[in-house]
Structure formats: structure tokens, C-alpha cells
């Protein structure tokens, strides 16, 4: 069964095979697909921007699709910056300027606790879609560590541990992650409907 990753962000595609890992399932990206549109994400739920992107390249494709959108909210900060931390320093998407900017935001800030939380939708090519999430409770520290992953993960450490997530391996950082856990509670949710490659949700 071949299944779309509504994504062209490398990593995330690498971290959502790794995770899902099912026998018979063929992944492929949004680059994979020639001529493919991006979806504008202007939901204000990382749920809404999630069914979004997987029910329209579902329809547009006539392949199952998996998708998700997820961020980080800082509780200092009204939980900001949510459905926007991917831009949260402007247009384009720029990690390092995110980063800059969130450690302005939190100077002199004592509290300094943050989740990273993901929701990861499923559609049939007919666009009915289902979702799942996860989320992963930390901290944000004052400085960068650390050369893994991307985005704000050089910043977050999250509870029980000491090492940023852009300091873990990627097998450590996915059996924690926001992403791993929605992925992990998709595969559980998911994966039989898949690997059956039946025609619909029961």
C-alpha cells in the first residue's frame, strides 16, 4: 500500500518512517509527487491544519495520506509560539531567527516550562480523516545545544532528562517526542487498517 507523507520537510519524513516502520507500505513524500500543491496551514489548531494538509493531498492524489502539524507552546508565553513556531520570526521559515527570538522573548522570564505537542491526521482518498496526538513536556533552557534534529530542538530539554533533544540520537529523541508519540498512537490506531491495505475507515 503506498501511503503520501504530506510533507517535503526531510527530517520530519525521516522521523514519521522511522516511527511508523510498517512491512508492505510504501512512503512517499509531497516531493515525490511531481506538480503536487502546497496546502496553505491557516488553521488556528494544529488539528484543523493537520486534517487540512492530509484530506486535500488525499483528494488530490487518490493515495492515503499522513500528515501532521505541530509546535511548541511556551507556557510564559500564552503558549505561543503554537500553530505559528514554524514562522514565528517571519516568512520564510528560519530556525535560527526562531530560536533568537524565543530566547528574547523568554529574557527574564523564571518560568520557563514548554510542551512540543503534534497531531497527525490520516485521510482516504475520499478525504475522510481521522487524528491522533501527542505531546512532550520540557523546558526551555538559555542557551543552544547541541547539532541534532531542527528547529527549536537545541533550546527544549524535556522532563527526566538533562540533554536538549538536538543532543539525544534520533532513536532516543523519537521514543520521547511529541511527534513519536502521536506517531506511536497512530501505528497503534492505523497500522492494521494499513497494512490490511483495507478500503476505508470501519
Not at 150 to 170: C, I, K, N, S
Request: hydrophobic fraction near 40%; glycine fraction near 10%; proline fraction near 4%.
Amino acid at each position: 500500500m503506498k501511503i503520501l507523507i504530506a510533507s517535503r520537510n526531510a527530517h520530519k519524513i525521516q522521523e514519521i518512517r522511522e516511527i511508523f516502520d510498517l512491512p508492505g507500505v510504501e512512503w512517499v513524500s509531497a516531493a515525490d509527487v511531481p506538480g503536487l500543491h502546497d496546502v496553505e496551514e491557516d488553521g488556528d489548531t494544529f488539528e484543523a491544519n493537520a486534517i487540512k494538509k492530509a484530506t486535500e493531498l488525499a483528494r488530490a492524489t487518490g493515495l492515503w495520506a499522513l500528515a501532521d502539524d505541530s509546535g511548541l507552546e511556551v507556557a510564559a508565553l500564552g503558549n505561543a509560539p503554537g500553530v505559528y513556531s514554524a514562522r514565528y520570526a517571519g516568512e520564510p521559515c528560519d530556525h535560527a531567527r526562531n530560536n533568537a527570538k524565543l530566547l528574547r522573548e523568554l529574557d527574564g522570564q523564571r518560568d520557563r516550562s514548554a510542551r512540543f505537542r503534534c497531531v497527525a491526521a490520516l485521510s482516504d482518498p475520499a478525504g475522510r480523516a481521522e487524528t491522533v496526538s501527542g505531546s512532550c513536556p520540557g523546558r526551555i533552557i538559555e542557551r543552544l545545544r547541541g547539532t541534532e534534529g531542527f528547529g527549536y530542538d537545541p533550546l527544549f530539554v524535556p522532563d527526566g532528562f538533562e540533554q536538549t533533544f538536538a543532543e539525544m540520537g534520533a532513536e532516543q529523541k523519537n521514543r520521547l517526542s511529541h511527534r513519536g508519540r502521536a506517531m506511536s498512537r497512530a501505528k497503534d490506531k492505523w497500522g492494521g487498517l494499513i497494512a490490511s491495505n483495507a478500503g476505508g475507515f470501519a
